[in-house]
């Protein structure tokens, strides 16, 4: 991701200072609430859609590089153990040519977020020439909505 900058921020995390991500992509997901009914009164629309909502957002840093940036295993395992705190939450920031990503509801950069799922680190143990470097996907859902 050239020209992108990923950091996490937590006041009990790397002295309040973000932590810079050194990830592939980082993925958006949105997951719209829809109610289908039956229409059995017309063949051409066999079901009226209603809309009721949504879920949290869902932010998926791909690959993220463990001990490159800030990201050491320590941060890591901090990061794992956070709780949701909504009067000191856990800040993603995604800045992508020059602009940020923001929160769902389009109002702040500092998007409120916890780590969110089953989350699985890969440490090899083979040596590589190819100087292999041990990575991990960290799933976040953002909060406070």
């Known amino acids: 991701m050239a020209n992108t900058l990923v950091t ?18 980082v993925k958006v997901g949105f997951n719209k609430k829809n109610v289908k009914k039956p ?5 051409q ?8 909502g949504r879920e949290n957002p869902k932010y998926f840093l791909e690959n993220a590089k463990i001990d490159v940036k800030d990201l050491s295993y320590d941060n890591f ?12 939450p856990l800040v993603l920031n995604v800045m992508y040519n020059g602009k940020y990503l923001v929160d769902s509801l389009s109002s ?9 799922g089953s989350i699985n680190a890969v440490f090899s143990t083979m040596t590589s020439k190819d100087a292999y470097m041990p990575s991990v ?6 909060v406070g909505l």
């Open 108 to 116: 702040t950069k500092d998007i409120p977020v916890i780590v969110d």
């Open 39 to 43: 229409n059995a009164n017309y063949d």
């Open 137 to 142: 996907t960290i799933p976040l859902v953002e």
């Open 8 to 25: 996490l921020k937590h006041s009990t995390i790397n002295s309040g200072n973000p932590i810079q991500i050194a990830c592939t992509s």
């Open 77 to 88: 395992l901090k990061l794992i153990n956070l709780e949701n705190d909504e009067s000191d």
């Open 45 to 52: 629309y066999p079901a009226e859609v209603i809309t009721s």
